[in-house]
């Protein structure tokens, strides 16, 4: 859902904390001085924010501004579908494999990324606990000997293995 913009004659508060087109800022003036400002140099009064007392205004243009918004909602909208990285562990991972999976773990921390640490099991690798903690325990080591971490979701055991949740300190 889009934010509607107010801009021009749409703006209602009698006295606006004016910007002007270079950022400059004016001070506390009036509405009717802000915008004889903004239709001298050519270019619409936009409010920026509404949430502080008097809200503040900025002198450009309505399009371009309209523009730039739209694409930060975007781009704001785009991080969210990639915030999280998954590392897929088996029961009988070998120690080459288990210093690769660190590596890449840490790359993806280093990214900014969350990780999921996911150890999937079968049959009777299900009744091996310890095992299992011992082999995530030993991936984190190596993690943390790189970078700190901190854990968004303890390890935890689920019915078809175990999975954590970590993200850089």
Request: glycine residues 4%.
């Amino acid at each position: 859902m889009r934010k509607r913009i107010i801009y021009n004659n749409f703006i209602r508060a009698p006295e606006l904390r004016l910007i002007d087109e270079s950022g400059q800022q004016l001070g506390v003036v009036s509405f009717e001085e802000a915008k004889a400002k903004a239709q001298a140099a050519g270019l619409d009064l936009i409010q920026v924010t509404e949430k502080i007392d008097p809200p503040v205004c900025k002198i450009m243009d309505y399009g371009k501004y309209a523009y730039q918004s739209e694409k930060k909602e975007k781009k704001a909208k785009h991080q969210k579908a990639g915030e999280m990285k998954n590392i897929r562990l088996t029961f009988a991972i070998s120690e080459h494999d288990l210093e690769t999976r660190a590596k890449a773990a840490t790359e993806f921390l280093q990214k900014g990324y969350k990780v999921r640490l996911e150890m999937r099991l079968k049959g009777r690798e299900k009744y091996l606990d310890n095992f299992s903690r011992d082999k995530i325990n030993k991936l984190l080591n190596t993690i943390r000997q790189a970078v700190p971490v901190k854990f968004e979701r303890e390890l935890k055991k689920e019915p078809r293995g175990f999975s954590a949740i970590i993200a850089k300190e």
